[in-house]
């Protein structure tokens, strides 16, 4: 199969999204078939930064979430070149800009499209002129009628299928989630003498308690209530740290809140950290915490399961189907129950062996394999029940979209435009080739 993968969203930007379609990509090549991933630019990759065949197209900085980038132009032209690939499966993972093109390619050109709901976009809104612009309902209205066009829809969880039905979605929906490569994140892949030096490159002695925050520092990740543990749990355990990892619009705003707390020396912020790293990040802590329930899977919870490393988190249906309470984790309803869950975990050798061990053996179930056999089965049914979407004319004028685009593009120099829209173009033109 040929397929085209269109996310607004993937590396060097450091999220759940990026890691599913790298794993989902990297699996089905393995399997012989061809994937083309569509996604915006990024100033920060260099020559030879992307292994799997990524075609990335102009793109402009979103300036109210910090590191995230939109396609703002895409011509007739490109939809001809795309055209010359003979997808037989549209895959969006997104449903703004880049998913705005996949869905036109699949409807101009009657190809069928899957579509993947990731974000629980009603938490998000905040964004958008504070919430005042972009309401709940628009919001679930948008993402109704988006997966109301996709021949079938895919949901992480039974969470979001439950959510994606609230919405008034009547396409098939699959449950399926995102599969993780146990192996990068594996305690045995790493030598202790590799975390002590990371440790001391950090300012961390070997036996400092690290509470470890991994992923998009954001508002409605709900990392505040972590920091909010920390003084009482501080005072128990004074060398504490909080490493927090990752990129975000939230990193001043958090730092001021813990010096609010006094506990601004016990948070670090370390910054975004290449993907192939993050799995030795993970090592850092000796508890994962995340208060967060904005997810649609929780990758990272996964993760740091895969890593050994023993996970408290706030109770949440999105993580129900990997994490059992004091089994598998450590589960809180509460905020107050946070600082003394966390002591407990820090200091109960036995309890943290036992979630560690526990935790890892869970992971093996949710593998890479079995995430791209449910999808290329998916695939491959769509495939043979013959449904096409219905085709509409392509547009006499550029598709123009993206966030802020309008007024954007007339401020974007013109060698700027053609540069990227050239990169782009000569690599559909070398991957059709080959």
Sequence with gaps: MKIGIFSDTYFPQLNGVATSIRTLATALENRGHQVYIFTPSDPRCYEGYDTLQVVRLPSVPVHFVRDYRAGYVFSPFLARKIAELDLDIIHTQTEFCLGALGRFISTTQGIPLVHTYHTMYEDYVHYIGGGHIISKDMVRDFSGIYCNTATAVIAPTGKTEQLLKSYGVTRPISVIPTGINTANFH?????????LELRKSLGLQADTPVIISIGRIAKEKSIDVVIAALPKLTEKLPDLKMVIVGEGNEIENLGNYAESLGVGSHVMFTGGKPWEEIGKYY???????????????????????????PVVAKKDECIENIITDNVTGMLFESNDELPDLLYRVLTDKELSSRLSTASVKAMEALSVETFADSVETLYQNILESGEKPKQISAPALPLVMGVKAIKGISRIPRHLVRRSHKKAMELLSSTKES
């Excluded at 995340?290 to 919870?301: H, K, M, N, P, R």
């Design 187 to 195: 305690k045995n892949r790493f030598q202790p003498e590799e975390i």
């Design 283 to 309: 090592q850092l802590g000796n508890v994962f915490c995340s208060a967060s329930v904005s997810e649609t899977q929780g990758l990272t919870f996964a993760e740091a399961m895969a890593a050994g490393v």
